[in-house]
C-alpha cells in the first residue's frame, strides 16, 4: 500500500503539483468580479468540451435544447439540466469524453444510497486536487514537505495484526500512516504516544477516529505533549462544533475542516478564522433552497476533462451565511455557517420531522467515547454508546437528551457497546437509518 502511494507521488506530483498549487495560491486572491469571471471562462471551457465530446450531454443538451454559446452569463448554467445519481449510473461510458488520453484513475463513491458509482479521473484532475487540498493545509499553518500524520481509513497493516505497531512511515511524503482500523480504547493511549514521538506539523484524520482519542485523553486525564502540531485537517464525515471543541482542548491546535466528494464538483474549506468557505476556484457551485433553512449542493466540476461533471447534484445539504457576512480573512469566498451533511442523515420523527444534527445529542452525553444513532422502524431508535475507560454513562440521561430533539412519542433504547461499526472505508456515520 505504501509503495503504491510512493507510485503516485513520483507520477502526479512534483513539479506538476507546484505549478496548479502556485494558480490556486493566485487565484484565492481575486476580488468577487474577478472570481466570477473566472468561473465563467472555466464554466465555458467545460460545457463546449462536454458538448463536443461527452455523448451523454451531447444528447442531454440537445434534449433540454441548450446549446453552449448561450452560456454567456452565470445565471445561463440554469438552462442545463440536473445531473443525478441515478442519471450517472444509467448513463454509464457514455459520461466519459472519447477524446480523452494518458492515463485514467478510477474510484468508488461510498454510496449512500447502497449503489456505489464508478468515478473517472484524468492525472491534471489529480494535481488539480491536490493543489487544493494542500492549499487547506497551509491555511492551517503547514508547508509543503512538512511532516504529518494520516489517520483515515486505510488498511495500514492488516486486520490479523494484534499488536503495535498499527502504523507505518512513509518517506514519500513524510507521513505516519496510522490505521483507524485498530483504534480502540485499549490501544488509544499508544496511538498518542507514537503521535507524540513522530511529533508531526499537522494531521489529516476522519472526525471519528480522532474526536474518539480527544475523548479518550480528556476522559483519563492525558496531555498531548508533542511540541510541532499546528492543526488537524478534517473530511469524509460531518464534524460538529462541540468535536471541534473536544479535539482543540486535547491536542491544544484548531481544527480545519475540509468538505469535499469522490466526484471532485464541490470544496468548502476552513480558513484560519474557522470559518467555512466554498471554493468558487475549484468548481461552480449552486445552492437550491429546501424550505426548512438548509441548501442542497449542486455542482460542476472544472478540472476532470476526462468524465466532466455539470450540474451534479451531490445529495448533501448546508446552511449559508448571511450575504451582507464578510469573513476577517478577506477572500471572497462564499461562507458557510455549517455543513449539514448527507441529505440521508436525519432521523424520521414520529411526527413527521426531519431531524438532523442528531451529533449534538451525542456530544453531550458525559463520558462518552463514540456513539451512533440507529434507526429501524418508524417509532424507536437506538442509541448506541461507547463510554471512556473506567467511567459510565447514565443511561436515562442519555435517552432524555435524544427526547429533546426527537419528540416524546419516540421510543428510545440506549445500548453500552464496545465499539460502534463503520463502513469498508473506514467512515464513520453518526446516524444510520434503515426505513
Known amino acids: 500500500m505504501l509503495s503504491g502511494r510512493v507510485y503516485v507521488r513520483r507520477v502526479l506530483g512534483g513539479m506538476r503539483l507546484k505549478r496548479e498549487l502556485d494558480d490556486v495560491l493566485r487565484s484565492q486572491q481575486l476580488e468577487r468580479a474577478g472570481m466570477e469571471r473566472l468561473q465563467l471562462v472555466r464554466l465555458k471551457q467545460v460545457v463546449r468540451h462536454a458538448a463536443l465530446h461527452v455523448p451523454y450531454y451531447r444528447d442531454s443538451f440537445a434534449a433540454a435544447g441548450f446549446c453552449p454559446d448561450q452560456l454567456v452569463a452565470l445565471e445561463d448554467m440554469q438552462r442545463i439540466p440536473i445531473l443525478t445519481k441515478q442519471c450517472v449510473r444509467g448513463a454509464g461510458q457514455t459520461l466519459l469524453a472519447k477524446t480523452a488520453f494518458g492515463p485514467r484513475f478510477s474510484g468508488v463513491t461510498s454510496g449512500t444510497t447502497g449503489e456505489p458509482m464508478t468515478v473517472w479521473r484524468d492525472v491534471r484532475s489529480i494535481n488539480r486536487e491536490n493543489a487544493f487540498v494542500w492549499r487547506q493545509f497551509m491555511w492551517a499553518g503547514a508547508s509543503l514537505g512538512d511532516r504529518r500524520i494520516w489517520l483515515r481509513g486505510d488498511n495500514v497493516v492488516p486486520a490479523s495484526v494484534k499488536k503495535p505497531p498499527f502504523w507505518r512511515y512513509c518517506a514519500a511524503d513524510s507521513t505516519l500512516m496510522m490505521s483507524s482500523c485498530h483504534l480502540s480504547e485499549a490501544t488509544a493511549e499508544q496511538y498518542i504516544r507514537a503521535m507524540e514521538e513522530f511529533d508531526p506539523v499537522f494531521g489529516l484524520a476522519y472526525p471519528s477516529p480522532l474526536v474518539m482519542l480527544a475523548r479518550y485523553m480528556l476522559g483519563v486525564g492525558l496531555r498531548y505533549r508533542g511540541r510541532s502540531l499546528r492543526g488537524f485537517v478534517t473530511s469524509s464525515e460531518t464534524v460538529s462544533a462541540e468535536q471541534r471543541r473536544i479535539v482543540t482542548e486535547a491536542f491544544g491546535c484548531p481544527v480545519f475542516d475540509w468538505y469535499g466528494s469522490s466526484e471532485r464538483v464541490t470544496a468548502i474549506g476552513t480558513c484560519e478564522h474557522g470559518r467555512y468557505h466554498i471554493l468558487s ?108 475507560p473506567g467511567k459510565s454513562i447514565n443511561e436515562a440521561q442519555a435517552a432524555g437528551l435524544a427526547r429533546q430533539q426527537l419528540g416524546n412519542e419516540m421510543r428510545v433504547k440506549v445500548e453500552i457497546v464496545q465499539a460502534i461499526p463503520r463502513s469498508g472505508s473506514g467512515k464513520h456515520r453518526t446516524v444510520i437509518r434503515t426505513i
Open 281 to 388: 476556484d475549484y468548481g461552480f457551485t449552486e445552492l437550491k433552497p429546501q424550505g426548512d433553512g438548509t441548501y442542497s449542493v449542486v455542482g460542476t466540476a472544472f478540472d476532470n476533462a476526462l468524465m466532466p461533471w455539470i450540474r451534479y447534484e451531490l445529495g448533501d445539504a448546508v446552511v449559508p451565511a448571511d450575504s451582507s457576512y464578510a469573513c476577517p480573512c478577506g477572500r471572497a469566498f462564499p461562507v458557510v455557517d455549517q455543513i449539514v451533511g448527507r441529505v440521508e442523515d436525519y432521523v424520521l420523527a414520529v411526527d413527521g420531522r426531519r431531524v438532523f444534527m442528531m451529533s449534538n445529542t451525542i456530544d453531550a452525553i458525559p463520558n462518552l467515547l463514540e456513539g451512533q444513532v440507529r434507526q429501524d422502524s418508524p417509532n424507536e431508535v437506538r442509541i448506541l454508546l461507547v463510554p471512556v
